[in-house]
C-alpha cells in the first residue's frame, strides 16, 4: 500500500536579480534525506539543468540551522558540484526560511563548502580547479562545429581539470565564442572516448568582463548550462595566471546570460587554493510534489 508524501520544491533564477534570466535551479529542502532514485526521479521531473536536495545537520530548529547536507542531480545523474544551484539553495534557506546564520556550510561531495550573506549577494567558497595543458584531439573540434580551418585560427589552448574532469578551451578572441555550435550527440561521445566532464568554451572579454565562457555537458544530461559556477572554479585559476588579477567580472554568453564577480583566494602553506563567487538570485517558484510512498 502507498501513501502521498508531499515535498515543496521551489525554482530559483541564479546569478540574476530578475526574473527569467541567470541558470534556473530546483531546490528541495528536506526534514531527512530521500533515496537516491526519488532524488534522480525528481531532478528528472523538473528537468533543470541541477536540482538540490539539502538536509539539516544541525539539530533544532531550522531557522537557527548553520550545516546542512547537500547533493546536486542533474536529469540524468547525480554531479560533485555545482555553484548556481548552491547559491539557489542559500536564497531559499535565507528567504523563504529565514535562517539567521550569515554564514552556512553544506556538506558535499566535494568536501565542506561554505556560502556567506554579503548584502544583497551571496558568496561562495569553492575549492579551485586545477587546470592542466593537453592535446585536444580533433573530434572534439569536429563535435564543436567549427570548419577545421577557423578552429585553427581561432583555437588557442586546452585544459583539463584533473578533479572535475572539465574540460577548459580557449580560444583568441571574443567573436569566436558566439560561433561555437556543437552537435551534441558527437560531443557526448567525444567526452565519453575522452572521459571528460562538461567542456567550457572562453576567451578574453571586453569591458567590463575580464572573461566570457559558455558551457556545454551532454553526457551530463546538459546540452548547454546557462551561467555554470563550478565551471567558473577552472576558468578563474586560468584566467588569474593569464591577467595577473586575483579579482575578476566574469560573463557566461548563453542565451539567459549571467555575471559572476570571481576572486581566486591563494593558500600561502601551499596547499588548495580556493574561489570565491558571488551573484545574486531570485525566487520564481515555489510548489507542491506529492511523492508516492510505501507504508
Given at each position: 500500500?502507498?501513501?502521498?508524501?508531499?515535498?515543496?520544491i521551489?525554482?530559483?533564477?541564479?546569478?540574476?536579480?530578475?526574473?527569467?534570466?541567470?541558470?534556473?535551479?530546483?531546490?528541495?529542502?528536506?526534514?531527512?534525506s530521500?533515496?537516491?532514485?526519488?532524488?534522480?526521479?525528481?531532478?528528472?521531473?523538473?528537468?533543470?539543468?541541477?536540482?538540490?536536495?539539502?538536509?539539516?545537520?544541525?539539530?533544532?530548529?531550522?531557522?537557527?540551522?548553520?550545516?546542512?547536507?547537500?547533493?546536486?542531480?542533474?536529469?540524468?545523474?547525480?554531479?560533485?558540484?555545482?555553484?548556481?544551484?548552491?547559491?539557489?539553495?542559500?536564497?531559499?534557506?535565507?528567504?523563504?526560511?529565514?535562517?539567521?546564520?550569515?554564514?552556512?556550510?553544506?556538506?558535499?561531495?566535494?568536501?565542506?563548502?561554505?556560502?556567506?550573506?554579503?548584502n544583497?549577494?551571496?558568496?561562495?567558497?569553492?575549492?579551485?580547479?586545477?587546470?592542466?595543458?593537453?592535446?585536444?584531439?580533433?573530434?572534439?573540434?569536429?563535435?564543436?562545429?567549427?570548419?577545421?580551418?577557423?578552429?585553427?585560427?581561432?583555437?588557442?589552448?586546452?585544459?583539463?581539470?584533473?578533479?572535475?574532469?572539465?574540460?577548459?578551451?580557449?580560444?583568441?578572441?571574443?567573436?569566436?565564442?558566439?560561433?561555437?555550435?556543437?552537435?551534441?550527440?558527437?560531443?557526448?561521445?567525444?567526452?565519453?572516448?575522452?572521459?571528460?566532464?562538461?567542456?567550457?568554451?572562453?576567451?578574453?572579454?571586453?569591458k567590463?568582463?575580464?572573461?566570457?565562457?559558455?558551457?556545454?555537458?551532454?553526457?551530463?544530461?546538459?546540452?548547454?548550462?546557462?551561467?555554470?559556477?563550478?565551471?567558473?572554479?577552472?576558468?578563474?585559476?586560468?584566467?588569474?595566471?593569464?591577467?595577473k588579477?586575483?579579482?575578476?567580472?566574469?560573463?557566461?554568453?548563453?542565451?539567459?546570460?549571467?555575471?559572476?564577480?570571481?576572486?581566486?583566494?591563494?593558500?600561502?602553506?601551499?596547499?588548495?587554493?580556493?574561489?570565491?563567487?558571488?551573484?545574486?538570485?531570485?525566487?520564481?517558484l515555489?510548489?507542491?510534489?506529492?511523492?508516492?510512498?510505501?507504508?
Amino acid at each position: 500500500m502507498s501513501q502521498d508524501r508531499s515535498i515543496t520544491i521551489f525554482q530559483v533564477d541564479s546569478f540574476s536579480n530578475v526574473p527569467f534570466k541567470g541558470n534556473p535551479a530546483g531546490v528541495c529542502i528536506l526534514e531527512k534525506s530521500l533515496d537516491d532514485q526519488t532524488m534522480q526521479n525528481i531532478a528528472a521531473e523538473m528537468n533543470l539543468a541541477e536540482t538540490a536536495f539539502v538536509v539539516p545537520i544541525t539539530a533544532g530548529p531550522l531557522v537557527n540551522a548553520y550545516k546542512f547536507k547537500l547533493r546536486w542531480f542533474t536529469p540524468t545523474t547525480e554531479v560533485p558540484l555545482c555553484g548556481h544551484a548552491t547559491l539557489a539553495t542559500a536564497r531559499v534557506l535565507y528567504d523563504i526560511y529565514q535562517v539567521k546564520n550569515d554564514t552556512l556550510t553544506f556538506d558535499t561531495e566535494s568536501g565542506d563548502l561554505m556560502v556567506s550573506r554579503i548584502n544583497d549577494m551571496i558568496q561562495l567558497d569553492f575549492p579551485a580547479g586545477d587546470p592542466h595543458p593537453i592535446e585536444l584531439p580533433d573530434y572534439f573540434k569536429n563535435a564543436l562545429n567549427f570548419h577545421l580551418a577557423d578552429i585553427d585560427d581561432m583555437f588557442h589552448e586546452a585544459f583539463q581539470c584533473r578533479v572535475l574532469g572539465m574540460l577548459l578551451l580557449r580560444f583568441k578572441d571574443a567573436s569566436a565564442i558566439s560561433k561555437i555550435a556543437p552537435n551534441f550527440s558527437d560531443l557526448a561521445q567525444a567526452e565519453d572516448s575522452f572521459g571528460s566532464k562538461g567542456v567550457v568554451v572562453t576567451a578574453e572579454g571586453e569591458k567590463p568582463y575580464d572573461f566570457i565562457s559558455r558551457f556545454f555537458a551532454p553526457s551530463l544530461g546538459i546540452n548547454e548550462d546557462p551561467v555554470t559556477g563550478a565551471a567558473h572554479t577552472v576558468l578563474t585559476p586560468y584566467w588569474s595566471v593569464m591577467l595577473k588579477k586575483k579579482k575578476m567580472v566574469a560573463f557566461q554568453v548563453s542565451k539567459r546570460g549571467g555575471e559572476l564577480n570571481v576572486e581566486l583566494k591563494t593558500d600561502p602553506k601551499g596547499f588548495r587554493h580556493r574561489v570565491l563567487i558571488s551573484g545574486q538570485a531570485i525566487i520564481v517558484l515555489e510548489g507542491v510534489m506529492k511523492l508516492a510512498v510505501d507504508d
